[in-house]
């Protein structure tokens, strides 16, 4: 039937649009597989193709429940289900036969959508989710009122969502928020691109050309200046000839140190997978729950599986004081890069105190021809290269990116007693000029070193600046792109469309800034305050309770109010006439006497009338000018006003003081 | 009524005489043969007064031919039958003409549907030929035969029947054809008491004869022109027009309401309106024509034809009446 297939399509479209963000999610064979699906749906009924019977679809589905088992191993997590669900409403749009059978497909739709916040909660995505949504209930109205073409349903589709959006703001805002615990368990951000708690030759060029946010900055007031941008992450202490690792390190309360230039900021740090908070250079305090490491780092205790918001205080001008240095700031592997360790105890000798010898090794990187690339040639073949990486890089290759500045610096310093360590993390971030917080981009990570002095304290000191002060001023991905010959970027620089895609770029992480911040933030604490100040005791034990109450409240005030304005839109001829009958039949509604919607005046004047002798009367005196006003020849505006007048005047008695009031 | 009491003078006025009493005079008097059946009744005269045709579709022996005839007796009308049969020819209905060798030329002989009630009995038994030629003079009102066109008799009134039972060797109506038929009824056995006194008197024969003209064409005609004049109000036209949508969106329907049927919604409530002595329309009047009027231009989602007029009271229950 010709009719049956116009309905087949917007639910197999329905089915597509809601698995497309799982694509990536769900192994590659189900995604194929449902692909196929629904090419099949779309075009089968049009091209007269056989549907499949019963028993094929149980042996498909079974087929499919075993191979999303054997490819899971066995075992049927987050990504298993999510993959079964897909499959499965794909194979469901086959069994497609009766109404129920598209209703069911459809509601697969939204368990669909929603399993979309297994994997992701950003602002693209949720708006994506809206749009599933959207056509997801476009379609269900199509199947329900076919015949309405495709514009009606979606414009209906629209118009439920809108109506529907103040509800979930005051539920969103109001209904008792689920920290953590049930969700976190199941996000499954695993992907772990992005910063690493190690450094190895290569990890850093890999992330300049990962130009996803690492964590958005909102500073109180004026940021400090960018020359102090160090985001630092990890401290990096054990060097075993290749690889710089954090080693152990005990937790403490915090080492204190004396500060100058408070700055105070919240952080969103995105999903990672890894453990590291970041604070700018030199954080003295993360919130509560992190652990504080002796190196001034901060770790939390589960991997960052989802967006996390925290607050900090760094000083830029900052002294650690005069701690006993340790022993692991002074360990080098032994026997290795043999060549540094004599031109740094050369230098070392040449040097009065340890700032001019620090001084020395930045000159020597400054003097000789070094270069910043971020594709350094890979080391040579022989095995003495391969195990002298530092003095590969600094009597031979000459070329590398900030990894081997800092590996190499840090090996001289230890080389000639003085205490480093390696610092690696992010430096520098884009400021937007919208929202004014700084964007800090996978492609800005970083590696630099501190020297411990016995005046100073912990200093920092960047040896990559020494080589490429351009490097600290700009982010790697210009570097990138003033390597790339032939990049699309650089071709658009200056020209009206690079100025038009950057501001959109600004924009749209601005927005997502504040969808960080306002949305996906608001927690607990942020409703706590909410609460208290709509004057519920977030402590009490009722708290919740009302809260709840208030959601119904502010929920049915926004539905009484939609209500009211479509009652009373123009078209719906809402004149004085209509007016007075509608507020009569609410008296009698009151009095327990309703009128049936497809009720006409004269039906209902004789059914109150049956009922109630007593206002027999009123009600048809009533009843005869409303009729004659809206149905008859015009009437005279007497007669309207007399009409209003009558419907004010009407105050039917509830039944049981009938026999009082009727004298 | 209140309502109609206020308006009855002054439709009385228009129209010349006290119509509550002559319609109520009317009926009474079909009433007294077709017994039982006042609804029924009113229904056939406003169909008339709209100027429309009705189809009634019943069994055999409850009383159809006798609704006609006894309208036709009461309304002071010419009335003809015609029972339809497969191996009918259009001119059967129409007419001929005839060579006529005292003349030496071609004279028309009139069919039977030159009258002013036409009772076409069985209609699905004649042929689809047959039967558009039918539908045909019931629509123009006139009859081409032979080149020549002639008017038909004013007031024209069809009242085609056809068994619901019976399917075997019928042609069913097309919708297009059941389309200009302005209602389709049922008469419905009678009830017991009714009954009894048919049985009772065996037969309405005697009452049958003493039938005695109310109305006569020239009047009939001129009542169906003041049934026009009855107002329709905006707030109507608004009500009728959101049962039509409702219609058209419905899953209950795959093919809804056209606004021809619209028109006819309209009109037979005008007419019904006309025949209770008031000169507006209210939705209750449109409520009361409406299974009637929309129970054969209707299809069911699940592909059946029409809906009897029980059925479509859900569909009056889900338009609101608007304020």
């Not at chain 1, 189900?30 to 193709?49: C, D, E, M, P």
Request: proline share 6%.
């Amino acid at each position: 039937m010709a009719q049956a297939d116009i309905r087949a399509r917007p639910i197999a479209l329905a089915v597509c649009l809601c698995t497309l963000p799982h694509i990536f999610n769900i192994p590659p064979w189900t995604a194929a597989v449902s692909a196929g699906l629904w090419v099949y749906a779309f075009f089968a009924r049009g091209r007269g193709w056989p549907f499949p019977g019963g028993r094929i679809l149980t042996v498909l589905a079974f087929f499919g429940f075993a191979g999303i088992l054997a490819s899971q191993g066995g075992g049927l997590g987050t990504d298993g289900a999510v993959a079964l669900l897909s499959l499965m409403a794909a194979l469901k749009i086959l069994e497609i036969r009766t109404h129920r059978d598209r209703m069911l497909t459809l509601v697969l739709c939204y368990f669909l959508i929603v399993s979309g916040l297994f994997f992701s909660n950003s602002l693209g995505a949720t708006l994506y989710m809206f749009f599933c949504v959207w056509c997801a209930t476009a379609a269900i109205i199509h199947v329900n009122q076919p015949g309405m073409g495709a514009r009606a349903p979606l414009r209906l589709s629209g118009v439920l969502m809108v109506q529907a959006l103040p509800v979930m703001a005051a539920w969103f805002l109001l209904f008792p928020r689920i920290q953590g615990g049930l969700w976190s368990r199941f996000f499954t951000h695993a992907q772990k691109t992005g910063f690493s708690s190690e450094m190895s030759p290569g990890n850093i060029a890999d992330l300049a050309r990962n130009t996803a946010a690492a964590f958005r900055v909102e500073f109180e007031g004026e940021p400090p200046a960018r020359r102090h941008w160090y985001w630092r992450g990890v401290a990096l202490w054990d060097y075993d000839g290749t690889t710089w690792r954090i080693g152990d390190r005990e937790a403490s309360l915090g080492r204190r140190f004396s500060g100058k230039g408070r700055a105070a900021y919240t952080v969103s740090l995105e999903p990672n997978g890894e453990r590291w908070l970041f604070a700018l250079d030199m954080p003295s305090g993360v919130f509560a729950r992190a652990v504080h490491r002796d190196d001034h780092t901060f770790y939390i205790r589960q991997p960052v599986t989802q967006r996390l918001i925290y607050n900090a205080v760094s000083y830029t001008q900052y002294n650690t004081g005069p701690l006993d240095a340790d022993k692991a700031a002074l360990a080098l592997p032994r026997g290795l890069n043999p060549k540094t360790r004599e031109l740094a105890q050369r230098l070392r000798a040449e040097s009065k105190n340890t700032d001019q010898y620090v001084q020395k090794i930045l000159a020597y990187f400054r003097e000789n021809p070094f270069y910043y690339t971020l594709k350094p040639p890979l080391p040579g073949e022989s095995a003495e290269y391969r195990q002298n990486r530092v003095d590969e890089f600094l009597f031979g290759s000459r070329r590398g990116f900030c990894g081997h500045y800092a590996s190499a610096f840090a090996v001289a310093m230890r080389a000639a007693g003085v205490p480093c360590r390696v610092v690696a993390g992010y430096q520098g971030g884009a400021r937007n000029p919208y929202g004014g917080h700084v964007t800090v981009r996978q492609s800005d990570a970083h590696a630099w070193c501190e020297v411990f002095t016995e005046e100073k304290g912990w200093t920092r000191v960047d040896p990559t600046a020494a080589v490429a002060p351009g490097r600290i001023l700009m982010d790697a991905s210009q570097i990138l792109e003033a390597e790339a010959a032939l990049d699309i970027f650089r071709m658009l620089r200056g020209t009206r469309m690079g100025q038009w895609m950057n501001t959109a770029g600004f924009g749209w992480d601005y927005i997502n800034s504040r969808w960080n911040l306002w949305v996906m933030g608001y927690s607990q604490r942020e409703q706590a305050g909410l609460w208290s100040r709509l004057g519920i005791d977030p402590g009490g034990i009722r708290a919740p309770a009302k809260a709840m109450g208030l959601a119904l409240c502010a929920g049915a005030v926004v539905a009484f109010s939609v209500a009211l304005f479509h009652a009373r839109r123009p078209g719906t001829r809402t004149d004085a006439v209509g007016r007075a009958w509608e507020d009569f039949c609410g008296k009698l509604n009151r009095a327990g006497l309703t009128r049936r919607p497809g009720q006409g005046p004269v039906d209902y004047m004789e059914t109150v009338s049956r009922a109630r002798p007593d206002i027999a009367r009123e009600v048809r005196g009533i009843t005869s000018i409303y009729t004659r006003l809206r149905y008859g020849r015009g009437g005279s505006a007497d007669s309207e006003r007399s009409l209003a007048l009558l419907v004010r005047r009407f105050n039917p008695p509830a039944r049981r003081r009938v026999k009082q009031g009727a004298e | 009524m209140p309502t109609q009491d206020s308006q009855a003078p002054k439709l009385a006025r228009i129209s010349g005489h006290n119509l509550e009493s002559l319609f109520a005079q009317t009926i009474e008097q079909i009433g007294r043969v077709i017994l039982g059946k006042q609804e029924q009744i009113r229904l056939a005269l406003a169909c008339l007064f709209a100027q429309g045709h009705l189809l009634v579709e019943d069994m055999p022996g409850i009383g159809k031919t006798t609704l006609a005839k006894v309208l036709a007796g009461t309304l002071g009308l010419d009335f003809h039958r015609v029972q339809c049969t497969s191996d009918m020819l259009p001119g059967d209905i129409l007419g001929v003409s005839v060579f006529e060798q005292k003349s030496g030329g071609f004279v028309f002989h009139p069919g039977p549907v030159f009258t002013q009630v036409l009772l076409a009995d069985e209609i699905n038994r004649a042929t689809p030929k047959t039967q558009s030629a039918l539908l045909e003079a019931m629509e123009e009102r006139q009859v081409t035969i032979e080149g020549q066109t002639r008017p038909l008799p004013g007031p024209f009134f069809v009242i085609a029947t056809q068994n619901p039972l019976e399917q075997a060797g019928t042609y069913p109506l097309p919708e297009s054809q059941l389309d200009r038929f302005l209602m389709r009824t049922a008469i419905g056995y009678p009830d017991r008491a009714s009954e009894h006194s048919l049985l009772a008197q065996g037969g309405v024969f005697r009452e049958l004869e003493e039938v005695r003209p109310v109305f006569n064409a020239e009047k009939v005609a001129r009542f169906q022109k003041l049934v026009l004049k009855i107002h329709t109000s905006q707030a109507l036209i608004h009500y009728v027009q959101d049962i039509l949508e409702y219609t058209r969106k419905s899953s209950a329907f795959r093919l809804g309401l056209s606004p021809r049927a619209g028109l006819a919604i309209l009109a037979a409530a005008r007419a019904w309106v006309f025949i209770n002595g008031r000169n507006y329309v209210l939705p209750e009047d449109v409520q009361k024509v409406l299974p009637y009027v929309a129970g054969h231009r209707l299809r069911g989602a699940e592909g059946q034809d029409g809906f009897a007029p029980d059925e479509l009271m859900g569909l009056l229950l889900s338009v609101p009446v608007p304020s």
